[in-house]
């Protein structure tokens, strides 16, 4: 699966938009962008996926750039309850690569 | 909505003693695979499983592991003989493994403590 680079932390003022980018270079052409998240060590929660196009669905939007090396996860409008560790993945939905490859992550820190 | 359940969700052993994690996947989900996550560090997959048989493995998967799905509803991961550094937050997902989207859906975790 191809790498993926994530800022260490962000932060957002409640209410605002947050935008968390995810630069994945080496991206294959039969390879997803997947957006999960983990709060304080409950199980990581599945955000969005998109291969080429934009997606949106309830908890987010997901913005892929046209050469598809890199994406950005979009919370409308953030609440305190979406502080978390956001992890973008990169991986093929066919083949034995069906293992998810976390990284570090992106701990977004959303203030009052 | 349909959810991964994980039970204990907290479980205390001595080094040496077996254990038995068990989650119950989605009802229609034909993937199932365990991930474990070391305190403060990242999630790490060991096993995934299909048609009941392994279909992956990461080398922490070693011999002292094993899955199980000895029903229709369970999946279990035993680990035969703890020992302290397989203390770790324990996750279980599932996925349908169709063909256009395969996204994976994490339960709860356990939590397992080896003294």
């Known amino acids: 699966d191809a790498k993926t680079t994530q800022p260490p932390s962000m932060d957002c003022a409640e209410g605002r938009a947050a935008n968390l980018p995810c630069n994945h270079s080496t991206i294959s052409g039969n390879e997803y962008v997947y957006w999960y998240r983990q709060i304080h060590s409950q199980g990581p929660q599945y955000i969005i996926h998109?291969?080429?196009n934009n997606e949106t669905n309830e908890m987010a939007s997901l913005i892929i750039t046209e050469d598809r090396k890199s994406s950005t996860l979009i919370l409308p409008h953030a609440t305190l309850r979406d502080t978390a560790v956001y992890y973008c993945?990169?991986?093929?939905?066919?083949?034995?690569?069906?293992?998810?490859?976390f990284g570090k992550g992106t701990l977004l820190t959303v203030n009052p | 909505e349909p959810e991964v359940t994980q039970t204990p969700s907290h479980q205390v052993t001595q080094m040496g003693q077996e254990v038995i994690l068990r989650c119950v996947p989605i009802s229609n989900h034909l993937y199932f695979y365990w991930y474990r996550q070391i305190l403060g560090q990242k999630v790490e997959f060991l096993v995934s499983?299909?048609?009941?048989?392994?279909?992956?493995k990461s080398e922490i998967f070693d011999d002292q592991f094993s899955v199980e799905r000895p029903d229709g509803s369970n999946f279990t991961l035993k680990i035969r003989s703890t020992k302290l550094e397989d203390s770790a937050m324990y996750f279980c997902?599932?996925?349908?493994?169709?063909?256009?989207?395969?996204?994976?859906?994490f339960g709860p975790g356990t939590r397992l403590t080896v003294l």
């Open positions: 993945i990169v991986r093929a939905h066919r083949g034995s690569n069906y293992k998810l490859t």
């Open positions: 499983f299909y048609n009941n048989e392994i279909s992956e």
């Open positions: 997902a599932s996925s349908t493994g169709g063909r256009r989207t395969d996204t994976q859906y």
């Open positions: 998109g291969l080429k």
